[in-house]
């Protein structure tokens, strides 16, 4: 039996590099060498065992922000080939239940990803079906590549949002909320705010997209500064990227009347928001979600990196092999000069560039 390395979470807080059988695929699948695969914050999440439905998935290979090389291909494949750089949603869907038949993939009765609910890509290879694959052109280096996944649930968000020119926008969080300020500014948006407690983020969302950000650990009331500066009206959308209860409650004091919540970060289970309904009703606020991309997105975000309209490269900080991955995911938490880390199966020393 081939086999390959692989990072498992045998249980919250406890992953092991171990050899695990390589994928066997079936004739509507491809095997992908992993190139590159991004940390997203979910993974944090899943490691911690944050999530409860994940929880009970484990033992599992995590990783679902990743590019590779098609290594072998099933009989059934059309239109790639082996050697080809590709990347993959990672969204799997019956594609017959009622949410499915509506085009509503991501409510999917049977939803799963990869590298979320099934095996990923923090291994040497992971498998995909055929149909969920992107070529990755030339113009995306090997970096950027690994941005592709994140953009599109990005997207996802941005198109829910329908940001208009000339609107305001507040993004809270300034991970990959970063990246939503960009396509807010993208679309149009003035002013862009971004809120978050880490100085080095902050700084390099200013430097990307935002024209104010506010550090909550030097203003502390980052609500009179949000309605400061948009004239004490609010803003006109308020996009939540953290996953707190707290965070959540603030939007909605952020936004103006007739404004919209984007509601993307991902709570615990047992993290409840208290929100007055009489604000729906009487200031007639809007909220929506978005968790992820799916499909064409895929399609989109490779158009915007190969495009350089979106420049994602300066928030990459390292890039550690695979047998660290552990050890790179409590360093997030603890080193704020750390925004981007990706992982890489073929590197076998660190790549810093902070």
Not at 12 to 22: A, L, R
Not at 339 to 354: A, I, M, T
């Amino acid at each position: 039996m081939r086999m390959m390395k692989a990072q498992v979470i045998e249980e919250p807080n406890k992953m092991t590099y171990k050899d695990v059988p390589v994928p066997q695929i079936n004739d509507e699948e491809v095997l992908i060498k992993v190139k590159m695969c991004g940390i997203c914050g979910s993974d944090w999440g899943s490691y911690t065992g944050k999530y409860a439905d994940e929880r009970k998935l484990l033992p599992l290979t995590t990783g679902h922000e990743f590019w590779g090389i098609i290594e072998e291909a099933g009989k059934n494949v059309e239109g790639f080939k082996v050697g080809d750089r590709v990347a993959a949603d990672i969204c799997i869907t019956c594609g017959t239940c009622y949410y499915c038949r509506r085009g509503e993939g991501l409510l999917c009765s049977s939803f799963k990803q990869i590298g979320i609910h099934l095996s990923g890509a923090f291994a040497e290879y992971v498998k995909v079906p055929w149909r969920n694959l992107f070529i990755v052109p030339d113009e995306i280096d090997d970096y950027e590549a690994a941005f592709i996944e994140p953009l599109t649930a990005c997207l996802n968000a941005s198109r829910k949002m329908e940001c208009k020119l000339a609107t305001s926008v507040v993004v809270i969080g300034c991970g990959l909320g970063i990246i939503h300020a960009a396509l807010a500014k993208l679309r149009g948006a003035a002013p862009v705010i971004v809120i978050g407690d880490n100085s080095e983020r902050l700084a390099m969302a200013r430097k990307l997209a935002a024209d104010y950000t506010i550090n909550i650990n030097e203003t502390p009331d980052a609500i009179a500064e949000v309605m400061k500066l948009t004239g004490g009206i609010g803003a006109d959308y308020v996009l939540e990227a953290v996953g707190s209860s707290k965070t959540y409650e603030q939007a909605f004091k952020m936004v103006r009347r007739g404004g919209k919540v984007e509601a993307f970060g991902i709570c615990a289970d047992d993290d409840f928001a208290s929100l007055a309904p009489v604000q729906f009703v009487l200031e007639e606020i809007k909220v929506s979600g978005s968790c992820a991309g799916i499909g064409n997105d895929w399609g989109d975000a490779i158009r915007l990196l190969k495009y350089k309209r979106i420049s994602p490269k300066p928030l990459i900080s390292m890039v550690v092999p695979l047998a660290e991955l552990e050890d790179a995911l409590k360093e997030i938490r603890a080193n704020p000069k750390l925004v981007k880390v990706l992982v890489s199966p073929e590197l076998k020393e660190r790549q810093l560039f902070y």
